[in-house]
């Protein structure tokens, strides 16, 4: 599959590295894992034969070094003597390279090195602000377990914490991205495709990649790709997060497994799983990133009106039409998995719907405020609200897959209350449903 999107990013890893031939630049690159964080350094440093690639393996420090040695000396064209069998060493030796001469170097999975020496952020810590000043070296540092990039480089107690110059937070591709992919490999592509397509890759750059190489663009074939003997997607969800969770990751599951059924509320949680949940929702959404806080547009700051939701279209799926069936997937009953996804499929993916509108609202740029709306005990629900205070607008928008469910009539009388909070501002209501993706 052809690279897509990241034209912003690629225009700001250009500007950074012609900076950085005045002075150093320390550009932290995150994202969730298959976003596609390694193929956009690659594709920024194509055409830039001197850029130095450092792949952080759990191995030994010493081994690894011999593998940065001998990338650095191909690169660059240079024959190291001596014995190098620690990073300080190596890093003090870049970083006084970069005196004499620009170079990009670029470290992946940086927040490994944990794992293989963690005394090397206070060393790069110290070697940094020695030689910074006079540098010119483009310093990317890439890592895919939010939250020890997070710990490295936003925890004040952290030796690295301020020393980054730029901070690249890499997302899923867009509504309109994904379009384009779909109109570049399946012309033929039906609303049905483009929703099933979103919903189970939420625009995760591998997800589409796989996809696509099977040609799996219709919900049906995209489900055979999933539910099937030796599938990449059935072990993902764990794959990916059990390394962010360690030991206490199955009360983190099990959370997210009830976020995902649609028991988004606190009380809801905690009334199921008999303890309290409140430290765990707050490290999902804030060490974590993986859900959010949904709360009605114009909530009163500390307000307890409040749900959250799974960021991630893929993970949402993932715990909702894999985890919550583990004892099926352990026997390999796919069938019986496949058999309640198709039953479910409708409503869940309806939800899914007014989440790809949001997307796309937020697309056009034209809005100062999108969120969703309902009061007490989950009265007057509106899909979408979008405000636009600059020209005193305001969009109500009720979301189905089929228009003929839509009632506007319904959705002025459940905009009565609401309506008050934006006197003098000119009011649409819209009726969104498939036929307008």
Same mark, same amino acid.
């Given at each position: 599959m052809r690279f897509y999107n990241r034209e912003e990013e690629l225009v700001l890893l250009d500007s950074i590295r012609e900076q950085s031939k005045d002075h150093a630049k320390m550009t932290v690159l995150v994202g969730r894992r298959r976003i596609g964080k390694t193929s956009l350094i690659k594709k920024s440093?194509?055409?830039?034969?001197?850029?130095?690639?450092?792949?952080?393996?759990r191995k030994n420090e010493v081994l690894l070094c011999e593998e940065f040695i001998e990338e650095l000396e191909q690169k660059l064209g240079i024959k190291i003597f001596g014995s190098i069998n620690n990073f300080k060493d190596l890093f003090q030796y870049l970083m006084e390279l970069s005196l004499e001469r620009n170079l990009t170097l670029i470290i992946d999975e940086f927040q490994e090195f944990y794992t293989v020496n963690p005394s090397v952020y206070s060393d790069m810590q110290n070697i940094w602000d020695s030689y910074k000043d006079k540098s010119g070296i483009n310093l990317i540092l890439c890592g895919s377990i939010y939250s020890l990039m997070n710990k490295i480089f936003e925890n004040s107690k952290e030796p690295l914490f301020a020393r980054a110059t730029d901070r690249i937070l890499l997302k899923a591709f867009t509504p309109k991205t994904i379009k384009r992919i779909l109109a570049d490999n399946y012309p033929d592509y039906k609303k049905e495709d483009l929703l099933a397509f979103y919903t189970v890759t939420g625009g995760v750059a591998k997800y589409v990649e796989l996809l696509v190489s099977k040609k799996a663009f219709s919900l049906d074939a995209i489900l055979s790709e999933i539910y099937r003997e030796n599938s990449l997607f059935i072990d993902e969800g764990r794959n990916i997060l059990i390394e962010e969770f360690g030991k206490d990751y199955t009360t983190y599951f099990s959370i997210l497994s009830l976020i995902a059924s649609s028991k988004t509320s606190r009380p809801e949680i905690e009334s199921i799983l008999e303890t309290s949940v409140g430290g765990y929702l707050e490290r999902l959404e804030k060490d974590f990133?993986?859900? =959010?806080?949904?709360?009605?547009?114009?909530?009163?700051?500390?307000?307890?009106?409040?749900?959250?939701?799974?960021?991630?279209?893929?993970?949402?799926?993932?715990?909702?039409?894999?985890?919550?069936?583990?004892?099926?997937?352990?026997?390999?009953?796919?069938?019986?998995? =496949?058999?309640?996804?198709? =039953?479910?499929?409708?409503?869940?993916?309806?939800?899914?719907?007014?989440?790809?509108f949001i997307e796309d609202f937020k697309g056009q740029k034209k809005y100062s405020n999108i969120g969703t709306y309902w009061e007490k005990r989950n009265q007057n629900e509106i899909d979408i609200v979008a405000v636009n205070d600059f020209e005193k607008t305001v969009l109500f928008a009720e979301v189905k897959r089929n228009k003929e469910n839509i009632s506007i009539s319904e959705l002025e009388e459940k905009a009565q209350g609401i309506k008050k909070s934006f006197k003098g501002y000119t009011i649409d209501y819209k009726a969104l449903s498939m036929e307008d993706m």
């Open positions: 440093n194509e055409q830039i034969s001197s850029a130095i690639y450092f792949f952080v393996a990133n993986i859900i =959010r806080k949904v709360q009605p547009i114009l909530a009163k700051p500390g307000s307890r009106n409040m749900k959250y939701a799974i960021e991630d279209n893929f993970l949402n799926f993932w715990f909702r039409f894999v985890y919550k069936y583990q004892s099926a997937v352990e026997i390999g009953n796919f069938d019986y998995i =496949r058999n309640i996804v198709e =039953r479910d499929y409708k409503m869940y993916s309806g939800r899914i719907l007014e989440k790809y």
